[in-house]
């Protein structure tokens, strides 16, 4: 999962990008409201990390944007401990949550998590999808509660295509949500991984079907096409 930070403050906004990279998200981290929007038009975010207070302008016109756009994208908005304001504008202006400073490094990552869970229609940090479970805050998996041995881009790929279940995920957009800007990742990287991940749920009844030319669709197997 790949998460877009816009913080000014640049002990702050380095604290939170390495805090949420060691949660095992890709990040990447902007200053400014314009290389925000810039990022956010070539790139893909599963969450977007936002301060209020920019030097270029105002973290509101961006949800504002994102908002009259139709796009659903997770904004968790950062704001002063005394702000009761700010917040309920960022609320009432389409922010999914808030988080008051100084940020808890803990709870960041927390609020992150729920977010993208609720965003997928996924309410708890651990599901299942027949034998197989996920546990998003651990980042491991269980086969019938026995833990997968799985790298940290076989889980990235797991935990993507899980948490988009049923849906056909493209190989672009597995790229997009393991690596920040920089970052190189090649589709027969993808392919390798989704080979690898195949192998260790196979017997579990869920398969990771592909889709010719679209990509993959992870599916309980007794729904897979013939
Ligand atoms: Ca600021």
Known sequence: MRILV??????L??????????????????????????????EHFDA?????????GDGYDLVRTLRHKGEALPVLILTARD????RVQGLD??????????????????????????????????????????????????????PLDLSGREWGVLEYLATHVHRIVSKEQLIQALTSLGQDL???????????????????GTVIRTVRGLGYMLEQADEAAP
């Open 6 to 11: 816009v913080e000014d403050d640049r002990t």
């Open 13 to 42: 906004g380095k604290a939170m990008s390495a805090s949420l990279e060691l949660a095992g998200f890709a990040v990447d981290w902007v200053c400014r409201v314009a290389d925000a929007r810039h990022l956010m038009g070539g």
């Open 48 to 56: 977007l990390v936002l301060d209020l207070g920019l030097p270029d």
């Open 83 to 86: 702000a009761v304001e700010d």
């Open 93 to 146: 202006l389409g922010a999914d949550d808030y988080i008051v400073k100084p940020v808890a490094m803990a709870e960041l990552q927390a609020r992150v998590r729920a977010l993208i869970r609720r965003s997928a229609g996924t309410g708890s940090a651990s599901f299942s999808i027949g034998a197989l479970t996920l546990d998003t805050a651990g980042r491991r998996a269980f086969l019938d509660g026995r």
């Open 186 to 204: 090649s589709e027969n990287a993808i392919e390798a991984y989704v080979h690898r991940v195949r192998g260790k749920i196979e017997g579990s």
